[in-house]
């Protein structure tokens, strides 16, 4: 089993910055990706930004050139900079973790990008 602890969430205002962490503990092995997903208010949960093996990158369209995904040194560890934030931006965001077929999610980290 895969533990997903998301932190570095919080209330910011528009043009701000945060950095979103996530730790991977448990039973880990070599994730095929790791990432990124949101789900803002009213709304269903969307894709934000993914890392993939051989370190390829996904993006949401409307947070290319603002938002950057990578990983840390080690497997374990998986960040989200997000810069020039606009109150569009608000949601819940969760770290996503792909291992063989098996998906895992982090419990949420609130975002609130206030105008």
């Known amino acids: 089993q895969v533990q997903l602890v998301e932190s570095g969430g919080g209330v910011v205002q528009a043009g701000g910055s945060l950095r979103l962490s996530c730790a991977a503990s448990g039973s880990i092995s070599s994730f095929n990706a790791m990432g990124w997903f949101r789900r803002p208010p009213g709304q269903q949960r969307e894709l934000v930004a993914l890392i993939l093996r051989g370190e390829s990158t996904k993006y949401l369209d409307s947070v290319k050139g603002r938002f950057t995904v990578s990983e840390g040194n080690n497997e374990n560890m998986v960040y989200l900079q997000m810069n020039s934030l606009e109150p569009g931006d608000t949601g819940v965001y969760y770290c996503?973790?792909?291992?063989?077929?098996?998906?895992?999610w982090g419990q949420g980290t609130q975002v609130t990008v206030s105008s």
């Open positions: 996503y973790a792909l291992q063989s077929t098996t998906p895992y």
